[in-house]
């Protein structure tokens, strides 16, 4: 590189001498800035979604090549965000990406210090066990003389991003359990 090709690249020469006096644009760039193009470019489908971290529900385009989820951006046409993210929703190809994100069940027994692998089914038998367990333990068939048919064994926390129709359900299913205390994080 000759020596005026060398001072005509230093971004002050060029802001000083082109069309971008202030060094915000086309001044700023480097040679390797004018050759990147954005991640998403190259996707071939954009799937909408809506951020799966809090009860906010910021929409989401989910860029996605050769089947795999290559970049997660605000949508600018939902109403709630209108193209915005916090940083963590930001981060949210990471939930799908990210090394540390558990695709097996992993279990720790009572007084247990070591996670152990168990297979789905088996996992979901310990649970509809306990869940059956726990009803049986803490049924009430009447308080004071008053007819309650319920269960105290448990209670329902929902998470913030279920939406109306996950909430119906769930209320239906645990009230026909016999809980009582069913309730959901967004309200909290
Ligand atoms: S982007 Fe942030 S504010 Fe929006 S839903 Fe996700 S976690 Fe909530």
């Known amino acids: 590189m ?15 001498t082109g069309d971008d006096p202030l060094g915000r644009g086309s001044a700023s760039y480097s040679r390797t800035t004018k050759t990147l193009v954005p991640r998403t470019v ?28 290559t970049q997660v951006e605000g949508d600018p046409d939902s109403p709630v965000s209108r ?3 916090c940083p963590k929703g930001a981060a949210t190809k990471q939930l799908v990406t990210g090394s540390g994100r558990q695709t097996r069940v992993l279990y720790r027994r009572p007084h247990g210090t070591d996670w152990e692998e168990l297979d789905l089914d088996t996992a979901m038998d310990v649970i509809a066990d306990r869940v059956l367990e726990s009803r049986r333990a803490g049924w009430q068939d ?14 329902h926390l929902g998470g913030a991003t279920l939406d109306n129709e996950e909430n119906y359900l769930i209320k239906k299913l645990f009230t026909a359990m016999g809980a009582v205390q069913i309730e959901n994080q967004a309200r909290i």
């Not at 910021?58 to 860029?63: A, K």
Request: net charge positive; charged share 20%.
């Open 142 to 155: 009447e308080v004071d003389g008053a007819r309650t048919n319920r269960t105290l064994g448990f209670a």
């Open 42 to 69: 190259t996707a071939e489908k954009v799937v909408k979604s809506i951020c799966p971290y809090c009860a906010v529900g910021c929409g989401q385009n989910v860029y996605v090549q050769d089947g795999q989820v």
């Open 2 to 16: 000759g020596l005026r090709t060398f001072i005509e690249s230093w971004p002050v020469y060029r802001q000083l």
């Open 83 to 85: 193209g915005r993210l």
